[in-house]
């Protein structure tokens, strides 16, 4: 059974850089695409971005170019950093595998709650 | 950017109502269309993929159907642990996007 489990700090000042790790247990990091997706308090979710295991990534431009995922082939861990962020950045971030052919979301982090704030 | 609609936002239904939500694309998105469940403080779970295909593991209750921008996900016969959140996500092209969130609330 895959698991995924989100790491890194709940909290981080405005203007600062967010980053959270994505362990990938019970599967291989190869293969599949592998995304981090974002859901504010309250709201709705949000598409943050996607790396292949290769390395190719697709991110939201809504972001801004302050996005950017890697990927440990040897740890079997992605990881996402947000530069730049501002309150509105504040929200629970998931990491999830995506499927090739659907694009699904099938199998998700717990997810992890970042707070912007001084 | 393709907007995600859902309708309704959310709905009261008592246990054994059969349960529709739809879901419309701001155009069309062929069959590229997810369904997932939310339950409080979790995170969502995939139900459907590719507008009709039940994911392994998630009970037969559940259907769904629909292309071009128009979706719907069905429960036949609601139960207890189907009180939740639903959102659409459609995958044609990226930036991938949700709609708002549908809440089925007990009645």
């Known amino acids: 059974q895959v698991q995924l489990q989100e790491s890194g700090p709940g909290l981080v000042k405005p203007s600062g850089t967010l980053s959270l790790t994505c362990t990938v247990s019970?599967?291989?990091?190869?293969?599949?695409?592998w995304s981090w997706i974002r859901q504010p308090p309250g709201k709705g979710l949000e598409w943050i971005g996607h790396?292949?295991?290769?390395?190719?990534?697709n991110y939201n431009p809504s972001l801004k170019g302050r996005v950017t995922i890697s990927v440990d082939t040897s740890n079997n861990q992605f990881s996402l950093k947000l530069t730049s962020v501002f309150a509105a950045d504040t929200a629970v971030y998931y990491c999830?595998?995506?499927?090739?052919?659907?694009?699904?979301?099938?199998?998700w982090g717990q997810g992890t709650l970042v707070t912007v704030s001084s | 950017d393709i907007q995600m609609t859902q309708s309704p936002s959310s709905l009261s239904a008592s246990v054994g109502d059969r349960v529709t939500i739809t879901c419309r694309a701001s155009?069309?998105?062929?069959?590229?269309l997810n369904w997932y469940q939310q339950k409080p403080g979790k995170a969502p779970k995939l139900l459907i993929y590719?507008?009709?295909n039940l994911q392994s593991g998630v009970p037969s209750r559940f259907s769904g159907s629909g292309s071009g921008p128009d979706f719907t996900l069905t429960i036949s016969s609601l139960q207890p642990e189907d009180f939740a959140t639903y959102h659409c996500?459609?995958?044609?092209?990226?930036?991938?996007?949700f709609g708002q969130g549908t809440k089925v609330e007990i009645k």
């Open positions: 999830a595998r995506t499927s090739y052919g659907s694009a699904s979301n099938d199998y």
């Open positions: 019970g599967g291989s990091i190869s293969s599949f695409y």
């Open positions: 790396i292949y295991y290769s390395g190719s990534t």
């Open positions: 155009q069309s998105i062929s069959s590229y």
């Open positions: 590719a507008a009709s």
């Open positions: 996500q459609q995958s044609y092209t990226t930036p991938w996007t």
